[in-house]
Structures are given as structure tokens and as C-alpha cells.
């Protein structure tokens, strides 16, 4: 048979019903913990040699393994590691490529609190992380790596101003000196970009957004390719002999590279970081994810469509300063956009405002259908002013070269209505431009 497609995976990748008292909706397993049926039993499943079995669920759990067998499966992986959230896979992600002492290549123009791991938390464990500029200019990204440098770590798409990364180059630089490249798609979703097709090796996820859908669950994930050549010398933690996997049938100790093999990067996600840090995801989150995933290709090609139309009204605007929005016509990105996006950017938008601090706060207080959070890749239509609140952690110094002005307001595009929401976005900003109120900062 024929690798089945997208559309068919996202509703029955990873679960064959039988397996399952032929329940057609994945079942939610609620459970801390798995009786063992008998010693033999219990010896095999606690050393990892009994494929699809269960202990606790802090390692692994028949609900959640389905969502992350379906997430590889959408991404043609060899694994995936669903986790607590977002910062959570890229937190286990770094830290399992770059323990002890190993450094990083980022762009400045990270969402905030990644940028503020990079900078402030990661060095404290000895990670350090060289930030470059443009990480599409690839001879400095070249030029940056070092002997010690074990990753470049970009977004496929940057949150909030959408710049989209030449993943394909990237992926050469890396692999030219001996390094993976590791992407955050968090706001393509794998239904509009599959890095791995591209040479990405690892993929990281918030899948509180777009993936769930539904801004109903905080969760992440780590997907691995399984291309990367892990025993090149450079990343002793996976050719080092590890005691738990360590069994009856296989005596001595074992390396995760020598063990797993392709699978060597992921498991030790699994079993080093996520059985020791423990940020598990919940059954019932897992299942909240997986209903979500049902309905990506609809959900997102619409909200596609809607933010495509809501970016081309926003440019018409007087208002209305700067559009971002990558990939439309005239746009400096719109040969990346057309080789990476053929489905389109994504789901967000952003825009700088015409006037001051006082006309963003009127906006933000005059908007009805658009709810003011700080979320991505909801159902509802969201809208936030990033200075203020998601990347509050970007210095004040640091904020220009990355486009993040006081006026810049950032759109999730939902479901609703396309014309409600061009005339709610419409009506706000007309009210903000009624009273003329001028503050500092
Ligand atoms: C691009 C990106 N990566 C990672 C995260 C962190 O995800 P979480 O909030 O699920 O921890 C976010 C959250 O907004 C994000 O926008």
C-alpha cells in the first residue's frame, strides 16, 4: 500500500482501533500507572524491551502515544516526545544536544521567553548561545560556528514578525560541520511546512497553538527525522553507556547510539529528560490534541485565507504603518514564501500602528470579536501588543533591529466570520484615532 497522506494520518495515524476494544476516538487513559501482569513480564517492560507496553506514565502512555506515533507519522519521522509545553520540548531539545558545556546559533528575533532562556537561564547550565543578526545570511552563520557549537536553532517562521528562514541552506550549513539543525514550526504547523522534508533534523512544537487549535491545552513536542548521524564524535551523552537500558536480553550496557540507533536522540529525550525532569503531558491533554489535530487542514487553510485577506486590508489602512505578513506580493521573503509556504505563511499577522502608546491602548479596548490575550492558533481571533506582553523579555535597546515597536500589534486569525472581523479591526482602529491622548513611553 501507498504511504497514506496528510489528510488521512492527521484522523488515524498512530491507533489501530483493535488494539483498543475497536473504540473509534482514541481512548483517554487515565492512569498513573500500568499493572505489570507478572515478574517476567514486569522485568521486560520496565527495561524497554516490550514494544507497546506500559508502566508509568510519566515515561510513556497508550493516550499520549497515539498522539505522538500520529505526530511523527504527519511529519514521516522516526519519533516524537509529546511533553507539558512548549518550553518544555525546546528546554529538553537544547539540553539534550548541548549538555555540558556545548554552545548554540540563534537569531535575535526569538519569541520572548526562548530568548530569554538563551540569554539569562541557559548559561547558568553551561550552555552559551551565539546570536547572529540575519540567520539567512548563511556565510556568517558559517563563519559563527565553533568547535564546541552542537546546533543552529531557528523559527521556521518568527513570532511576531513572520520573517521566514531558509531552512534548506541552514540545514547545509549544519550539516557541513557536523551539527543538527533544530527548527521551532510552531506557527506553520506541520500542516503548511514539514522542516524535516527541508533537512531539519529536530522539530520542536508549542502545541498549545495551532496543532491543538482550540487554545484549550498548554503542551509541546519534539520530532526527530532520524538522518542525523548522532555518533560523529561530537555528542559523547549519546555514545556514553547508559545503565537503564540495560536488560536480561541485552546484559551490558549499551549506548543510546548503539541501542537505538536512528531513534538515539529522541529516546533519550524520553528517558533521560522527560523520565527525569519530568514534564509529562496529561491523557486528557493528549486527547484534547488529538481531537484538535482532526481538523488542522480545515482550520488552518481557512484562517490562512482570512489573515491573507485581513493582511491586505490592514496595508490599505491610513492607520496603518507597516504590514508583516510574509509572502505577499512585493515582499522582499515572497521567493521564500513561494518555495516553503505554497499553502501560505500561516495564521498570524502583524502590524505597526500609525500614533502613539495611547492609540494602541484604544484599539486594544475597542475591539469586540478579537479577544486580547497572549495566545497563537486558536479558534478565536486574538490580538496582543507584543512590547507589553509576550516579549517583554526583548531589552528596550534590542527591540528595533527585531521591528518590536511600541505600536506593534500582533493578530492570531481564527475562525470567525472573515468580514466580522475586518470590520471589528476596522471600527478599533477608527475609534483609536478619535481622541488625540498622547503618554510617555
Ligand atoms: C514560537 C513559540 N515557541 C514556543 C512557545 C512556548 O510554548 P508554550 O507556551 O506552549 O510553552 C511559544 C509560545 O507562545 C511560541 O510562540
Request: aromatic fraction near 10%.
Amino acid at each position: 500500500m501507498t504511504k497514506e497522506k496528510f489528510d488521512t494520518l492527521r484522523i488515524h495515524g498512530g491507533y489501530n482501533p483493535a488494539d483498543h476494544n475497536y473504540a473509534a476516538s482514541v481512548p483517554i487513559y487515565q492512569n498513573a500507572a500500568f499493572a505489570l501482569g507478572s515478574a517476567e513480564r514486569g522485568e521486560a517492560v520496565a527495561a524497554g524491551t516490550l514494544p507497546d507496553s506500559y508502566s508509568y506514565s510519566r515515561v510513556a502512555n497508550p493516550t499520549v502515544d497515539v498522539f505522538e506515533k500520529r505526530i511523527a507519522e504527519l511529519h514521516d519521522a522516526v519519533g516524537a516526545v509529546a511533553v507539558g509545553s512548549g518550553m518544555a520540548a525546546i528546554s529538553y531539545t537544547i539540553l539534550n544536544v548541548a549538555e555540558n558545556n556545548g554552545r548554540i546559533i540563534a537569531p535575535k528575533n526569538l519569541y520572548g521567553a526562548t530568548l530569554d532562556e538563551f540569554q539569562t537561564l541557559f548559561p547558568k547550565f553551561g550552555i552559551e548561545c551565539d546570536f547572529v543578526d540575519n540567520i539567512n545570511d548563511l556565510d556568517n552563520v558559517k563563519a559563527t560556528i565553533k568547535p564546541d557549537t552542537k546546533a543552529i536553532y531557528v523559527e521556521s517562521v518568527s513570532n511576531p514578525t513572520t520573517e521566514i528562514s531558509d531552512i534548506e541552506g541552514l540545514a547545509k550549513v549544519a550539516h557541513q560541520a557536523g551539527i543538527p539543525l533544530i527548527v521551532d514550526n510552531t506557527f506553520s504547523t506541520p500542516y503548511l511546512f514539514n522542516p524535516i522534508k527541508f533537512g531539519a533534523d529536530i522539530v520542536v512544537y508549542s502545541s498549545t497553538k495551532g496543532i491543538n487549535g482550540h487554545g484549550n491545552v498548554i503542551a509541546g513536542l519534539v520530532v526527530d527525522g532520524g538522518h542525523f548521524n548522532w555518533a560523529n564524535g561530537k555528542f559523547p551523552q549519546l555514545d556514553e553507556n547508559e545503565f537503564t537500558i540495560k536488560s536480561k536480553e541485552f546484559p551490558t550496557d549499551y549506548s543510546f547510539n548503539n541501542f537505538f540507533g536512528k531513534k538515539a536522540f529522541i529516546e533519550r529525550i524520553r528517558l533521560k529528560y522527560l523520565r527525569l525532569f519530568g514534564a509529562v503531558l496529561s491523557p486528557f491533554d493528549a486527547y484534547l490534541e488529538l481531537i484538535g489535530l482532526e481538523t488542522i487542514s480545515e482550520r488552518i487553510s481557512k484562517e490562512v485565507a482570512t489573515a491573507t485577506k485581513i493582511a491586505k486590508f490592514l496595508k490599505k489602512n491610513p492607520h496603518v504603518k507597516r504590514v508583516y505578513y510574509s509572502g505577499l506580493p512585493g515582499d522582499a521573503q515572497e521567493d521564500l514564501a513561494k518555495k516553503y509556504y505554497p499553502k501560505g505563511i500561516g495564521t498570524v499577522v502583524s502590524f505597526d500602528l500609525d500614533g502613539d502608546l495611547a492609540n494602541v491602548r484604544k484599539l486594544l479596548n475597542s475591539v469586540k470579536v478579537f479577544l486580547y490575550l497572549p495566545n497563537v492558533g486558536d479558534s478565536r481571533s486574538l490580538i496582543v501588543n507584543p512590547v507589553k506582553v509576550t516579549h517583554r523579555e526583548v531589552a528596550p535597546d534590542k527591540r528595533k533591529a527585531n521591528h518590536l515597536t511600541n505600536q506593534l500589534i500582533r493578530l492570531s486569525i481564527g475562525l470567525e466570520d472573515s468580514d466580522d472581523l475586518i470590520s471589528d479591526l476596522g471600527q478599533a482602529i477608527e475609534s483609536a484615532f478619535k481622541l488625540k491622548i498622547s503618554v510617555d513611553n
